[in-house]
């Protein structure tokens, strides 16, 4: 039943100063990013093994500092049951906004 896996797409790229995820029954669990405009090339970023903790849910919080990405893919490469279940996924952080400014046309 595993590894299992979900991508996060953001609009933009982002600045991502931490992320955390509610989940239950997960042991290991990996994130990798990727920066390019579809979601390929990723690259591991964080693989961490969760401490168990019986009938409530799991907090994580990974700090990322100077961390960009466009989206993110999280591998559930082992639990600790059958089946487990991501809750929710928060990030800190901000969007990278591109700003055109148009020149002025000069005149010959």
Request: proline share 6%; net charge neutral.
């Amino acid at each position: 039943m595993f590894p299992q896996e979900f991508i996060i797409g953001f609009p933009k790229c982002v600045k991502i100063s931490k992320v955390s995820i509610q989940c239950y029954l997960v042991r290991t669990l990996r994130i990798e990013r990727s920066v390019s405009k579809d979601p390929v090339g990723f690259e591991q970023c964080i693989e961490k093994d969760l401490q168990h903790t019986e009938g409530q849910l799991q907090m994580e919080e990974f700090p990322l500092p100077d961390f960009q990405a466009t989206y993110l893919r999280f591998i559930i490469k082992s639990g600790f049951d059958h089946f487990v279940s991501v809750h929710r996924f928060f990030q800190d952080g901000t969007y990278f906004l591109r700003v055109i400014i148009p020149r002025p046309h000069s005149s010959l």
